[in-house]
């Protein structure tokens, strides 16, 4: 069945750059989520990456998709404190239906 | 621009006392609507989506359910709280357009106790 993968803990000093990691299983995936949840919020999309792109950037967000591997990537340059929250992978397909989460990547930046 | 309002947030309320969670959203017409449960654990739980009034697809049976009484209106509902009912619940919306993901609430907090 369908599964999304992401490693649970990560952290980094400020100033430096997260890279965050997610597979996932589904080829027939169209879109890619990364969603961005601070404590006691909401999940907030950061971006998403169409599945016949290798690369979008955004500001400080780059992703980057590897679709032969099924693999994601999120990552955020000169990450700041700010940063530090839990950040989810998702996949999708098209007609507007279910995402698959991951269990979500807890991003820690130390000062 | 679209706008999607969860309330309560937050709610305590003793075992076996009914509960009821709503859900709206503005600005868009016929939207998926889903409902997650987060437990303390991290993971999202798909709980209930619909893709129309009235059409509920219920993705783990358990002690809740969910109706759909207007188009952009989404209720999580129980007849009788377990301790294990609680968590941070959150409700969700997606556009038929291909492209989006969903856009969430801002979740209710629920503590049975």
């Known amino acids: 069945g369908e599964d999304v993968e992401q490693s649970l803990f990560l952290s980094v000093r400020e100033g430096d750059s997260s890279v965050i990691n997610c597979t996932y299983t589904?080829?027939?995936?169209?879109?890619l989520y990364w969603y961005k949840q601070e404590p006691g919020a909401g999940l907030q999309l950061l971006t998403y990456i169409f599945s016949n792109m290798d690369m979008k950037q955004d500001q400080r967000l780059t992703v980057l998709l590897n679709k032969k591997d099924k693999h994601l990537s999120l990552r955020i340059a000169d990450t700041q404190t700010g940063d530090s929250a839990i950040y989810f992978c998702a996949e999708g397909q098209n007609q507007g239906g279910k995402l698959i989460f991951g269990q979500g990547t807890e991003l820690s930046v130390k000062p | 621009s679209q706008t999607i309002h969860q309330w309560p947030a937050t709610l305590v309320q003793p075992v076996g006392s009914p509960l009821s969670l709503e859900c709206t959203v503005e600005?868009?017409?016929?939207?998926?609507l889903y409902w997650y449960r987060q437990a303390a654990g991290r993971g999202l739980q798909l709980l209930f989506y619909s893709v129309g009034i009235g059409q509920i697809s219920s993705e783990v049976p358990q002690n809740l359910s969910a109706s759909r009484p207007q188009d952009r209106q989404f209720i999580l509902s129980s007849k009788k709280l377990l301790l294990s009912d609680s968590g941070f619940y959150l409700c969700?919306?997606?556009?038929?357009?291909?492209?989006?993901?969903?856009?969430f609430g801002s979740g209710t907090r629920l503590t049975v106790v």
């Open positions: 969700a919306w997606r556009g038929q357009g291909a492209y989006y993901g969903y856009t």
């Open positions: 600005g868009t017409s016929n939207p998926n």
């Open positions: 589904d080829s027939s995936s169209t879109y």
